[in-house]
């Protein structure tokens, strides 16, 4: 039982909250020193494959053209119900760090 506790858990653990904290700081990143570009959603759906307490959060896939033309595609999860009111084509603002536009965000963050 020990091996389990001491072993086991940090050797799943320790790797996941590594890619979570990256993934937070970019969206961070970006948010703090992002150059904004105008966006569009498009697609909203419910994620399945993520559910906590019952309740599955809406992905929202946007669009947006950086300064040099290339076209990136973001997604963001929001758990909050208006989320399903948005809409394909809706504008919006994206933020993305100009040397990894990969590292992007949508202004202002949803929940």
Do not use: C, H
Request: avoid cysteine.
């Amino acid at each position: 039982v020990p091996f389990f506790w001491t072993v086991i858990f940090p050797a799943i653990g320790i790797p996941l909250w590594i890619k979570g904290r990256r993934r937070a700081l970019a969206k961070l990143e970006a948010l703090e020193r992002g150059a904004a570009a105008p966006a569009e959603i498009v697609e909203v759906f419910r994620d399945g494959s993520v559910e906590i307490n019952g309740r599955n959060p809406w992905m929202i896939v946007y669009t947006f053209e950086t300064a040099d033309g290339r076209r990136v595609e973001g997604r963001v999860r929001g758990w909050e119900p208006e989320n399903r009111d948005r809409e394909r084509g809706q504008a919006l603002w994206a933020v993305y760090v100009r040397e990894d536009p990969e590292r992007n965000a949508i202004w202002p963050p949803i929940r």
